[in-house]
């Protein structure tokens, strides 16, 4: 129970600092008497302050006549309490100081209050009523960076101007929680005057040094930034995730997630993630972002899901779970390796390309099989070694033996061609070797051969599948001893020629019937060169048209001509016995027979279109090759012009299309039909 007394405060000054530390004095004194602790307060506060100390007496600011209570929470404490209270109401008592004694308490506190004011880890300052520096602690001096030395008994102002602190004088109020910055430290300032009895007597200055706590809120901020894009992101990926913490509960789970397994964000928030998917065995080594587990959701949909740890300073904080749809990988992998075999064969075809000679350039055609051919051909050109090129008729035989020429050492000196099949065999002798003069009737003058002529560079001997088997023998050799012997002539002349030999007929199948020397064969197929027919590449087919309109406008100087998509239809579906050379001349054909920049189907020969047979022809002309629809005045160009050309007559075609003849003869005129 604790102990009360009431006094009324006789002393004139009411308790100041000399009284209070004459009853903190006493107080001291009682208190180890009795043993206990003795406390004052005002009869409006329910807390007071201890007696034995002066600052908080003083801090109390009771005044004359005010009546205080002196009490005590130790049992056994009343005379205690009582022999202070009268101490207190004998105000003459009071007045006589035992100066020593309080002289030391005052001295006392003073090293106190300096200690408190050395030990805080606030700023502080104190001035007098003029502005004049008194106090400046080691937490000010450390913050400000200046010394107290250099400051105390100095105009504030002059040193820490940015605090006004002469306003603070001037405006007698406080400023609380203001920002300061001195030097590259944020400090918070509590400025407060202090007054006695309606006076400015000085005024103090409490700061702390916030740097760090702003530091820390730019990255609170940070923090909070990145917070809010990763939810964005999280929010917006297709992919379902799901976190859970160490205990592997939930923590959060976004939409995609929540669609996935119609989970409620809120039914599933805090559960085991066991829990949510009672059906499911989740390994350990699954949490350690080992191995994967695929899961049905409840529309028999199936998702894959792969869990990564977290790991925040080496401790292991939880999980990302990722579930992504299974048949979306599925077609994601075939499109991947779609593409990868995709850049595979176009890299391929790319380093064969890339290894071809520039002399095989005007040779058109993209198609693997082409490619395959022209580089070995190209390789052969950087050797001296016999070529035997094989392929139909058309499919540019003789052009690739001019590229292998071109292409090699021998490009400087003459290439002659010789076509094998084309003379009779008697002639061909003195073709190739040449004759004296006066070798045969009518050998007028000598003449040199084939074989001469092309002396330090290539022959091209076509065809050599039809030279007969007596040829073939003098052939053979002169390939062996590098030598020929004119007609009628006396020496052998030593040759250096290169042979290139090109053929379409089945030389193996006329070995075994003896009708190709097997030697002669191997003297001349060193390296083949196969050339596939135009049928078998028809994706080059575009390719050749424009080259050869470009071409042929040159040589003949026409216009440039486009073909219809109707008309490269019905190209693309014909079978071309006659190779390029075949669509080189149809595209001559059309393109001297058109009037107008295109070139359609009626401008080709009519045996295309029943290539086509007629259901296709009139798909075709319907409806192109699927994706290469014609367009409206194709369609309609083409229709005239084939009505023209079955019916003969514009009123005739006109009837069988529905038209009047003057339609159509103004359709003839407008795509130049005529
Ligand atoms: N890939 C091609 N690119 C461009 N033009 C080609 C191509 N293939 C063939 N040609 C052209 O086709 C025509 C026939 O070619 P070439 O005479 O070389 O064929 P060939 O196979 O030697 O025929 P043949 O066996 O009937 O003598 C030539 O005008 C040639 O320029």
């Not at 009582?82 to 090293?111: G, H, R, W, Y």
């Not at 913050?143 to 405006?171: Q, R, Y």
């Not at 003069?437 to 290539?458: D, L, P, Q, V």
């Amino acid at each position: 129970m604790e102990k009360t007394q009431r006094v009324v405060i006789k002393n004139k000054n009411g308790i100041h600092t000399r009284v209070a530390a004459m009853v903190a004095r006493q107080a001291q004194k009682i208190e180890k008497i009795w043993d206990c602790q003795l406390y004052l307060r005002r009869l409006s506060s329910a807390d007071g302050v201890a007696c034995n100390s002066v600052l908080p007496l003083v801090s109390l600011k009771i005044r004359h006549g005010e009546l205080v209570e002196v009490y005590s929470p130790n049992p056994g404490s009343e005379e205690a309490v009582f022999k202070l209270a009268s101490f207190l109401s004998q105000t003459v008592e009071l007045e006589v100081p035992d100066t020593e004694a309080i002289d030391s308490i005052l001295q006392e506190n003073t090293l106190a209050s300096e200690k408190i004011f050395e030990s805080i880890n606030n700023g502080l300052i104190a001035m007098d009523s003029h502005g004049i520096i008194n106090i400046f602690n080691r937490a000010a001096e450390e913050i400000t960076g200046v010394k107290a030395a250099d400051i105390i008994g100095k105009k504030a102002d002059e040193w820490v101007p940015n605090f006004n602190l002469n306003d603070l004088l001037a405006s007698k109020r406080e400023n609380l929680g203001l920002k300061h910055k001195i030097g590259k430290k944020w400090v918070i300032t509590n400025e407060s005057p202090i007054i006695v009895d309606d006076e400015v007597i000085g005024g103090v200055v409490v700061f702390q040094d916030i740097s760090q706590i702003e530091e820390l809120s730019g990255e609170l901020h940070s923090v909070k930034e990145l917070k809010e894009k990763l939810n964005n992101i999280l929010e917006t990926v297709d992919d379902g995730i799901c976190m859970i913490n160490h205990a592997r509960e939930v923590t959060y789970v976004n939409h995609p997630f929540v669609k996935m397994f119609k989970k409620e964000g809120t039914q599933v928030l805090s559960r085991k993630i066991q829990d949510l998917f009672v059906a499911e065995k989740f390994a350990e080594t699954f949490f350690a972002g080992q191995g994967e587990l695929i899961i049905t959701n409840s529309d028999n949909r199936e998702f894959i899901m792969t869990a990564r740890p977290i790991i925040i300073e080496q401790k292991f904080r939880g999980n990302v779970i990722v579930a992504r749809e299974l048949t979306e990988i599925a077609q994601l992998a075939d499109r991947i390796e779609l593409l990868s075999e995709k850049a595979r064969f176009l890299q391929d075809e790319l380093a064969k390309k890339e290894d071809l000679n520039p002399s095989f350039n005007n040779i058109i055609g993209k198609s693997g099989a082409l490619i395959e051919s022209l580089t070995v051909a190209s390789k052969a050109a950087r050797t001296d070694a016999a070529v035997l090129i094989r392929g139909e008729s058309g499919t540019g035989k003789e052009l690739v033996a001019r590229a292998i020429h071109r292409a090699g050492a021998r490009h400087k000196k003459p290439f002659v061609g010789m076509n094998c099949a084309a003379i009779p065999s008697n002639l061909l002798e003195s073709e190739l070797f040449g004759y004296e003069k006066g070798a045969f009737t009518g050998a007028y003058k000598e003449k040199r051969g084939k074989f001469e002529i092309a002396s330090g560079g290539t022959i091209f001997l076509d065809e050599i599948g039809d030279m007969d088997k007596a040829m073939q023998a003098k052939l053979l050799r002169v390939l062996q001893e590098q030598e020929i012997e004119r007609i009628g002539g006396a020496h052998p002349i030593k040759i250096d020629v290169r042979v290139i030999a090109a053929t379409n007929s089945p030389l193996e199948a006329m070995m075994k019937d003896g009708s190709f020397r097997r030697d002669l064969y191997y003297r001349l197929n060193v390296i083949t060169v196969m050339l596939p027919p135009l049928r078998q590449r028809k994706g080059d087919i575009p390719l050749l048209v424009e080259y050869f309109t470009e071409k042929i406008s040159k040589k003949y100087d026409l216009p440039r001509c486009a073909m219809t998509k109707t008309a490269l239809s019905a190209l693309e579906q014909y079978h071309f016995p006659g190779n390029v050379r075949e669509l080189e001349n149809m595209i001559e054909g059309g393109m001297t027979l058109s009037n107008s920049d295109w070139i359609t189907l009626a401008d080709l020969p009519g045996y295309l279109c029943d290539e086509m047979g007629g259901e296709s022809a009139e798909k075709s002309l319907r409806w192109g090759d699927g994706d290469n629809l014609p367009t409206f005045a194709e369609m309609e160009r083409e229709l005239i012009a084939r009505a023209l050309a079955k019916h003969g007559s514009f009123r005739q075609a006109g009837l069988a299309l529905g038209l009047d003849h003057k339609t159509i003869s103004a359709k003839v005129r407008k795509y130049q039909l005529g």
